[in-house]
């Protein structure tokens, strides 16, 4: 990365100074952590708040993909793109304006970039020297079970967190090698709004950047292997953002095979295969939004006796302790959840365990996840389609937005809560919420899972009205009628009769 502007000059002194020095390494190290993303750095922060003595290894910049190149800069901009669309919709409320919005797709990014500056004197080198970690810059290899090397420079230690993350998939694909792709890390970097943008993939990154481009003003074309977008999430879900990306202008092509990208002389060409077409489009620009691979190249994991695979990652075990019982690892390089609550969550059991001796276990806790369309949608748990493969039985609440009044008043009807029990239970073991705000809606799923309360107590809080939060004790009503039998009903009547 280079810097562009006075916001990422800010940036860059916080998360890799150019004039940083790396210090000498003194002894034995209680700790060290390989890598500087969400990860790495809760497990450092913690490790010295402990009073251990914590060196943290970073090969590019402090904070990470989330900070630099995730969530932090793509919020920004999905912001933006809201805004951008709650102008043109504006009439919908009885707001008249003379003109269309307007984007200034530099301003955007030069606000995303000023915020991301804000942000990142949280992760920046000055707080964690504070704290007392060690800091180096430059390239990790392990040299032994109880070492590594930084360019070189041999460092000790008792324990290790490797919290390596991942970085953009960038699958084999014809012609690839003549075009200059975006991924999901170079895409922040624009200066100039594609006129044509071209999204192969149709996962999360995918479909939010997709819209946000879109809302824009681009012409978006998204391209996709399988029948529908978001193929893990519920496919009623699923398909609500779909008809939210078409209704925001983006082409979405589905069951799209052997697709190949070419160079032309106005911009790259696009083509692909469909069960029934041959098809092809220009673009200016092309995203890959592919998938994500873990970070495990040059690490010399074998020295360390660590074992991986090179496409699933590190292997850990549930208390996320590697083949070699010095060396733990959290995060994307060794998780299925890629988020970076799942990071930070993750680095916490490995921080207990790696240097307290703690038992904690991955396998306890309870992940929620959201993609930031609009609308959105959050899931949790157990769904459907996994409680069939482990034979879990289950009942199922659902809860549409159309008729809960604060979403009719906001004009936002669009979406459901869906809630998961297991049978002949109020126990919640999954969640599905699509719709505006799904990813703040899923957190009190999230608390009720962690805490063990379940569709009864929902039903019996009370929620201020009028508040989209007032799904929960709906979905605890409907719970409660199940359990009023006709038996129960006519035993609850001659009581009231008995009164007298």
Request: net charge positive.
């Amino acid at each position: 990365m280079t810097p562009i502007d006075t916001d990422e000059d800010r940036r860059f002194n916080n998360v890799k100074p150019t004039a940083w020095q790396n210090r000498v390494p003194s002894g034995r190290y209680d700790l060290v952590v390989i890598g500087g993303g969400t990860a790495g750095l809760v497990s450092a922060a913690g490790g010295a708040g402990l009073g251990a003595r914590v060196a943290l290894i970073e090969c590019d910049a402090l904070g990470g993909d989330c900070l630099n190149t995730g969530c932090v800069p793509s919020k920004a901009l999905l912001q933006s793109a809201r805004v951008a669309a709650a102008f043109s919709q504006a009439w919908h409320y009885g707001v008249q304006s003379d003109s269309d919005p307007q984007v200034d797709f530099p301003t955007v990014m030069q606000r995303m970039r000023k915020l991301r500056a804000e942000i990142s004197e949280n992760d920046s080198t000055e707080r964690f020297s504070r704290l007392g970690v060690h800091v180096f810059f430059g390239r990790a290899a392990f040299t032994g079970p109880k070492s590594v090397s930084v360019d070189g420079t041999q460092i000790a230690f008792k324990r290790a967190i490797l919290a390596t993350g991942g970085s953009p998939h960038v699958p084999p694909m014809k012609g690839i090698e003549t075009v200059n792709v975006l991924t999901s890390e170079s895409v922040f970097d624009l200066e100039t709004l594609p006129r044509r943008l071209g999204v192969i993939g149709g996962g999360p990154i995918g479909c939010e950047i997709a819209q946000a481009f879109a809302r824009f003003g681009s012409e978006v074309t998204l391209i996709h292997s399988k029948k529908s977008v978001l193929p893990r999430e519920d496919p009623n879900a699923a398909a609500i953002v779909m008809e939210a990306l078409e209704r925001d202008g983006v082409k979405v092509i589905c069951e799209a095979t052997n697709v190949s990208v070419q160079r032309q002389p106005s911009g790259v060409r696009i083509s692909a295969d469909q069960p029934k077409n041959n098809l092809f489009f220009d673009v200016d620009r092309v995203l890959l939004a592919t998938g994500r691979r873990p970070n495990i190249d040059g690490l010399n994991l074998e020295a360390a006796q660590v074992h991986y695979d090179s496409d699933r990652g590190i292997d850990v075990d549930d208390r996320l302790r590697t083949s070699n019982p010095r060396v733990y690892a959290a995060g994307d390089v060794c998780s299925k959840f890629q988020f970076t609550h799942a990071a930070d969550a993750l680095a916490r059991i490995a921080l207990g365990n790696a240097l307290l001796g703690l038992r904690g276990r991955a396998s306890k806790l309870h992940i929620p996840w959201s993609t930031y369309t609009s609308p959105e949608i959050a899931q949790i748990g157990i769904q459907p389609w996994s409680a069939a493969k482990d034979g879990t039985e289950f009942d199922s609440f659902t809860q549409y937005f159309k008729d809960v009044d604060r979403c009719i008043l906001d004009g936002e009807t669009e979406g459901f809560v869906k809630l998961y029990v297991r049978r002949h239970s109020d126990k919640i073991i999954g969640a599905t919420v699509v719709g505006q705000h799904a990813g703040e809606l899923i957190g009190f799923v999230s608390l009720a899972m962690t805490n063990r309360i379940g569709l009864k107590k929902m039903a019996g809080t009370i929620f201020p009205y009028p508040t989209k939060s007032e799904v929960f004790r709906r979905l605890g009503d409907q719970y409660n009628r199940t359990r009023l039998t006709p038996g129960v009903k006519g035993l609850i009547s001659r009581w009231i009769s008995w009164r007298g």
